[in-house]
């Protein structure tokens, strides 16, 4: 690692290969132990100093499209059901198929979230409404889930019926809050960027927070999640 930082690799491709580093330790522990070795191997607590260096040093790549302010970018929307659209994006994580259609059934209640412990609104994305079929459960406040549980009391499901028209609503919240438009997408940069910060507050390793992102928004590779970082 130490040789890629001299060879002026991206930062990107560094975090990259760290995170291998740390499969391949796992592997190898599991391996030693299903074989009875008796061996242990551990390459993060060796590259913890190498980390360093490269976040000081190795080029990294700058833009994002995460919004600078996303609460103050939903605060502008004046439609109340793009408004709620756009919190379970950027609580949730949800794609914005997946924030388009929810049905009662889909509501699983107030429940704690298994990695942090705090309150949250748990709704179920079964596996034909999510990319490559994959379920999740996702979470938001539990203020934005009493909102949806209202909106579901009077109009029996949600939806957003026009894309364009949610898309646009984003655009004119933008420019009234002085912010670039990232598209509906950005908000899912914001959840990433968040959450990642939240599992690592909440003591996990660098790994595994990059992981369990990675999976709260339906990806399979944990790597994925740098591309959001």
Not at 59 to 76: C, D, H, M, S, V
Not at 143 to 166: C, P, T, W
Request: with cysteine.
């Amino acid at each position: 690692m130490e040789a890629r930082i001299a060879d002026g690799v991206r930062y990107s491709t560094f975090q990259k290969e760290a995170a291998a580093l740390a499969k391949f330790e796992n592997a190898l522990n599991r391996f030693a132990e299903k074989t009875g070795s008796g061996r242990t191997y551990d390459f993060r607590s060796y590259m913890t100093d190498v980390r360093r260096e490269a976040a000081q040093v190795l080029e990294r790549f700058q833009e994002t499209r995460a919004y600078a302010n996303p609460a103050k970018l939903i605060g502008n929307i004046s439609n109340s059901e793009y408004k709620l659209a756009a919190q379970l994006q950027h609580e949730g994580g949800a794609r914005l198929y997946e924030a388009s259609l929810i049905h009662k059934d889909q509501l699983e209640g107030l429940g704690k979230d298994p990695k942090t412990g705090k309150e949250v609104g748990l709704i179920r994305l079964d596996p034909g409404d999510t990319k490559g079929g994959k379920g999740r459960m996702i979470s938001v406040s539990p203020g934005v889930y009493k909102r949806l549980e209202g909106h579901m009391r009077h109009n029996g499901e949600f939806q957003i019926k026009s894309a364009d028209s949610y898309r646009k609503a984003l655009m004119e919240a933008a420019n009234r809050s002085n912010q670039r438009y990232m598209g509906s997408h950005g908000l899912r940069w914001n959840f990433a960027q968040e959450r990642f910060q939240e599992l690592q507050k909440s003591g996990y390793s660098y790994e595994q927070c990059l992981a369990q992102t990675s999976w709260d928004m339906g990806h399979e590779r944990a790597d994925i999640t740098l591309h959001y970082l």
